[in-house]
């Protein structure tokens, strides 16, 4: 199994609201990544966990939160975002401990309105 | 600073040809380097990783090779078919740190 599941695929919200962006991994991956992909332009990595410890912050906006709650899941929260902000938001995983191999979901669409 | 370059950002075949993709890289100290697929919209599939100490790696109809000398790899696609047309990037590790750097893309289109 070498999936990474996000939820929700699409998400709409205006720029008062709260939301969170989900990310769950199966494959005992030690390393989980936020990614930000806006058209036609590869992704920016956000944010690392290493052994649910934050390792990287690509010096994001505090309106971005992420969390690790375990190995499994990550979680991104949404607070006051702009428009500018809507993207694919991508997570990935890789094992970590020098297996570098990223492993990528299907990404959630965002839209601030 | 390591740069990676993808040329052409885009191409048009006809189906059954095959087809070479080209990612360059500045700085040949490169700890492995991954090609991804990306649908429109979707999330980046990984198709194959190559490491520092390889030169080539072999899945079903792709094969990528690596020339660290020359700061160069190349992903094969034999007998194209229009599921085929995609966006492929590839990115380079300068270590085993968790930070890839990225092309910028070719946009592939296999015509019927």
């Known amino acids: 199994d070498t999936e990474v599941t996000q939820t929700p695929k699409h998400l709409v919200m205006g720029m008062t609201n709260k939301k969170s962006l989900k990310c769950e991994q199966h494959m005992g991956h030690r390393a989980m990544y936020w990614y930000k992909q806006k058209a036609k332009k590869p992704p920016e990595l956000m944010f690392v966990?290493?052994?649910?410890?934050?390792?990287i912050n690509e010096s994001v906006p505090s309106r971005f939160s992420p969390e690790c709650p375990n190995s499994s899941l990550l979680n991104l929260h949404l607070h006051a975002l702009q428009p500018e902000d809507s993207a694919l938001y991508l997570c990935a995983s890789s094992h970590g401990e020098g297996n570098t191999e990223a492993f990528f979901g299907q990404g959630t669409r965002l839209t601030v309105v | 600073k390591q740069e990676v370059t993808q040329i052409p950002a885009a191409l048009s075949v006809p189906e059954g040809e095959n087809l070479v993709l080209n990612c360059s890289f500045t700085?040949?100290?490169?700890?492995?380097l991954q090609w991804f697929r990306q649908d429109p919209g979707k999330g980046l599939t990984s198709l194959l990783l190559i490491q520092s100490s390889q030169r080539e790696q072999t899945s079903g109809r792709l094969n990528a090779s690596l020339d660290k000398s020359s700061g160069r790899s190349t992903l094969y696609i034999a007998a194209s078919q229009p599921g085929d047309s995609a966006t492929y990037l590839c990115?380079?590790?300068?270590?085993?740190?968790?930070?890839?750097?990225w092309g910028a893309g070719t946009k592939l289109i296999i015509k019927p």
């Open positions: 990115a380079v590790h300068m270590d085993s740190n968790y930070q890839l750097i």
């Open positions: 700085d040949s100290a490169i700890y492995n």
């Open positions: 966990y290493s052994y649910e410890k934050l390792s």
